[in-house]
C-alpha cells in the first residue's frame, strides 16, 4: 500500500515526534520548511486557548514560505493528542484541531476512536503510538490511517521490543503506512528503518539539541554528553515506562539503580490542573541514540545533515 498522499512529498523520510515542553510553533515551523512533518503535543499549549493561535502562527508561516520559494518542499504538519482519562483537555484540543483542518493527528496512550471520526471528516489522518501487536490492532479496528511503532530505545514513552520483532509482525497483518521509532538520529538509521519494512522514521530526541526547541540549555548540554548508556527505562514517573536522562533523575533526587516502584493512579502526562508537573520539565526524556548528538544546531542543518547521511548509506548499498 502506498503512503497517503499528504505523506508523499517529503525531502526525507521522516516524522519529527512529539515532544512535550519542548515542542512549539518555531520547532515545527522549522521542521516543515525543511521538509520533514514537524508536531508539536496540543498539552504544550497553555494555557488551553493558547492552541488556536499556536495552528494560526504555523499556518500561516508556512503558507508564507510556500509563497516565498514556490518549488520548495514543505511538509505538513502534526499535532498529538494524548487519549487517556488524565486529559481533561482532549475533547477541547481535538475541537480546535479540526477547526484548523490540522493535516495529521498523532494519538497516543490510547486506541482513539473519539479522534477518528472528527479528523476524517475534513480529509485527515490519524496515526498512532504502539508498542505492541496488541496496541496495534486495537487502534487499526479504531480506525487509524498510520501506525507509529514506539520500539526499544525510543525517547519518552517506549516499548521494549526490537524494531525488527515489531515492524515485522505487524506486516503480517497490515500494508498501511507504518512509521518506526527507536534510537533513530542519523541517516543510516533511517534507511535502516525503511530496509526493515517501515514507511517513514521517526525522530526525536535528535530534535532537542536545536535551538528551536524548548528546554533549557543545561538539558541540550547534558545531551551532548550523555550516551546510550546514560538512559534510564522507568514507569516512576508518568506511571508509564519511559526513557530519561539519567543525570536528570540524580538532580531530582533519585538513585537510578533503585527506583521505587510507580502508583498507577497517579498517572501524570503534563496535563493541566495538578500539582505535580515536573515529568518533562525536571525529568527530561531521551532515547538510546543521544551518544550520536555532536553539537547544537538548528533545525535546518540537522535536517541537511541526515539527508547527506541517508544519501550516502544508500550510496554504500548500492555500491556494495
Given at each position: 500500500m502506498?503512503l497517503?498522499?499528504?505523506l508523499?512529498?517529503?525531502?526525507?523520510?521522516v516524522i519529527?515526534?512529539?515532544m512535550?515542553i519542548?515542542?512549539?510553533?518555531?520547532?515545527v515551523?522549522?521542521?516543515?520548511k525543511?521538509g520533514?512533518?514537524g508536531?508539536f503535543p496540543?498539552?504544550n499549549?497553555?494555557?488551553k486557548?493558547?492552541l488556536?493561535?499556536?495552528?494560526?502562527?504555523?499556518?500561516?508561516a508556512?503558507?508564507d514560505?510556500?509563497?516565498a520559494?514556490p518549488?520548495?518542499?514543505?511538509?505538513?504538519?502534526?499535532?498529538?493528542q494524548?487519549?487517556?482519562?488524565?486529559?481533561?483537555r482532549?475533547?477541547?484540543?481535538?475541537?480546535?484541531?479540526?477547526?484548523?483542518?490540522?493535516?495529521?493527528?498523532?494519538?497516543s496512550?490510547?486506541?482513539?476512536?473519539?479522534?477518528?471520526?472528527?479528523?476524517?471528516?475534513?480529509?485527515?489522518?490519524?496515526?498512532?503510538?504502539?508498542?505492541?501487536?496488541?496496541?496495534?490492532e486495537k487502534?487499526?479496528?479504531?480506525?487509524?490511517?498510520?501506525?507509529?511503532?514506539v520500539?526499544?530505545?525510543?525517547g519518552?514513552?517506549a516499548?521494549?521490543?526490537s524494531?525488527?520483532?515489531l515492524?515485522?509482525?505487524v506486516r503480517?497483518?497490515?500494508?498501511?503506512?507504518?512509521?518506526?521509532?527507536?534510537?533513530?538520529?542519523?541517516?543510516?538509521a533511517?534507511?535502516?528503518?525503511?530496509?526493515?519494512?517501515?514507511?517513514?522514521?521517526y525522530?526525536g530526541?535528535r530534535?532537542?539539541a536545536t535551538?528551536?526547541a524548548?528546554?533549557?540549555?543545561?538539558?541540550?548540554q547534558?545531551?551532548?554528553?550523555?550516551?546510550?548508556?546514560d538512559?534510564?527505562y522507568?514507569?516512576?514517573f508518568?506511571?508509564?515506562?519511559?526513557?530519561y536522562l539519567k543525570?536528570?533523575?540524580v538532580?531530582?533526587?533519585?538513585d537510578?539503580k533503585?527506583?521505587?516502584?510507580?502508583d498507577?493512579?497517579?498517572?501524570?502526562?503534563?496535563?493541566?490542573?495538578?500539582?505535580?508537573?515536573?515529568?518533562?520539565?525536571?525529568i527530561?526524556?531521551a532515547g538510546q541514540?543521544?551518544?550520536?548528538?555532536?553539537?547544537?544546531q538548528p533545525v535546518?542543518?540537522?535536517?541537511?545533515?541526515?539527508?547527506k547521511?541517508?544519501?550516502a548509506a544508500r550510496?554504500?548499498?548500492?555500491?556494495?
Amino acid at each position: 500500500m502506498s503512503l497517503p498522499p499528504i505523506l508523499q512529498n517529503l525531502s526525507l523520510p521522516v516524522i519529527c515526534s512529539p515532544m512535550f515542553i519542548a515542542g512549539n510553533p518555531r520547532l515545527v515551523i522549522e521542521q516543515c520548511k525543511a521538509g520533514v512533518v514537524g508536531s508539536f503535543p496540543a498539552l504544550n499549549a497553555r494555557p488551553k486557548e493558547t492552541l488556536d493561535a499556536w495552528l494560526s502562527e504555523i499556518e500561516a508561516a508556512l503558507e508564507d514560505h510556500r509563497k516565498a520559494h514556490p518549488g520548495a518542499t514543505v511538509a505538513p504538519f502534526a499535532v498529538n493528542q494524548i487519549v487517556h482519562k488524565s486529559n481533561d483537555r482532549l475533547a477541547y484540543d481535538v475541537e480546535v484541531c479540526i477547526r484548523h483542518k490540522v493535516p495529521i493527528t498523532i494519538t497516543s496512550l490510547r486506541a482513539p476512536h473519539e479522534v477518528v471520526e472528527g479528523v476524517h471528516s475534513y480529509g485527515g489522518i490519524v496515526l498512532h503510538d504502539v508498542i505492541s501487536v496488541r496496541h496495534a490492532e486495537k487502534a487499526l479496528e479504531a480506525g487509524v490511517d498510520g501506525l507509529i511503532l514506539v520500539c526499544a530505545g525510543a525517547g519518552g514513552h517506549a516499548g521494549t521490543l526490537s524494531p525488527f520483532a515489531l515492524v515485522g509482525e505487524v506486516r503480517r497483518f497490515f500494508d498501511g503506512p507504518i512509521i518506526l521509532s527507536g534510537a533513530i538520529a542519523s541517516g543510516d538509521a533511517i534507511l535502516a528503518a525503511l530496509a526493515s519494512g517501515a514507511d517513514l522514521a521517526y525522530i526525536g530526541t535528535r530534535f532537542l539539541a536545536t535551538p528551536e526547541a524548548s528546554v533549557p540549555e543545561r538539558y541540550k548540554q547534558e545531551l551532548l554528553k550523555a550516551v546510550a548508556a546514560d538512559i534510564v527505562y522507568t514507569d516512576l514517573f508518568s506511571g508509564v515506562h519511559g526513557n530519561y536522562l539519567k543525570h536528570s533523575v540524580v538532580a531530582a533526587g533519585f538513585d537510578p539503580k533503585n527506583l521505587p516502584k510507580s502508583d498507577p493512579s497517579k498517572m501524570n502526562f503534563g496535563t493541566e490542573g495538578g500539582a505535580e508537573k515536573k515529568v518533562w520539565r525536571d525529568i527530561w526524556s531521551a532515547g538510546q541514540g543521544v551518544g550520536q548528538i555532536e553539537a547544537i544546531q538548528p533545525v535546518a542543518e540537522v535536517v541537511a545533515r541526515l539527508k547527506k547521511e541517508y544519501v550516502a548509506a544508500r550510496q554504500r548499498l548500492q555500491l556494495g
